[in-house]
């Protein structure tokens, strides 16, 4: 679940963006956070980047303020030095390779964080819209994974799953498979799939939420996400 940045310098920016009141609005009311007024830069792979634009997160709507245009966030839960935070990634970001980091409390100053220093990060669980997706899916049983794999039994053991591929295969017994879209409870890991697929059935069951589809894994460049699609009080 743990996923390693370097911290950075920033412009010096992150303060008058978490002060614009229609992102503050959105902070409050789907993050559940009143962050302090700045933001702690990480760097990371470019990769890294790239599959959370895939995974797509939680996101703050983008809106047009005094003939300026403000650009949607991307945002993960997340856990650093065992603080509660978020992940952001602005979609009008000049950076390729920068995450930038909101807590309800100063983390570089608390924790005496300096620039070059290696930082760990802990994705948490949360819900989330998945997107429309349109396969090739091949039934198996045994061992192997592929693009995205929907498992019948238990993730770690040999077992019915779907191999599924974005891609046409060769294979005879290869069909065509849509995933529609729907909330989902998602978990996002680089390593320890073990302990996020735990993490991610504990969150569904703490906010009594109904598992309503196979659980699957997600293969990206460098991250994996476990998603399960749910009931939950709003859908």
Not at 13 to 23: A, D, L, R
Not at 97 to 114: D, F
Not at 131 to 137: G, V
Request: glycine share 6%; aromatic share 12%.
């Amino acid at each position: 679940m743990k996923m390693k940045g370097t911290i950075s310098d920033g412009e010096g920016k992150g303060k008058k963006f978490i002060s614009i009141y229609e992102y503050k609005k959105q902070f409050i009311e789907k993050l559940n956070i009143r962050p302090y007024p700045g933001t702690l830069n990480v760097r990371v792979d470019e990769k890294v980047i790239n599959d959370l634009k895939r995974i797509n997160g939680i996101i703050l709507n983008g809106f047009s303020k005094n003939g300026v245009e403000y650009g949607e966030v991307l945002c993960f839960p997340a856990k650093v030095k065992n603080e509660k935070c978020f992940l952001l990634f602005p979609e009008k970001s000049k950076y390729k390779n920068i995450l930038e980091i909101i807590a309800e409390e100063n983390l570089r100053r608390k924790y005496g964080m300096e620039n070059g220093e290696e930082l760990k990060i802990s994705f948490l669980p949360f819900i989330k819209k998945c997107s429309k997706l349109k396969l090739y899916a091949m039934p198996y049983v045994g061992e192997n994974t592929s693009e995205i794999t929907i498992f019948y039994d238990s993730p770690f053991e040999t077992g019915r799953r779907d191999l599924c591929y974005f891609n046409e295969r060769v294979e005879q017994n290869h069909y065509k498979k849509t995933i529609t879209e729907r909330v989902v409870a998602s978990i996002i890991f680089e390593r320890n799939e073990k302990d996020s697929y735990k993490k991610l059935l504990e969150f569904i069951e703490e906010n009594s939420y109904s598992a309503m589809s196979p659980v699957r894994k997600i293969k990206y460049s460098i991250l994996n996400e476990w998603c399960i699609e749910v009931k939950t009080t709003q859908n």
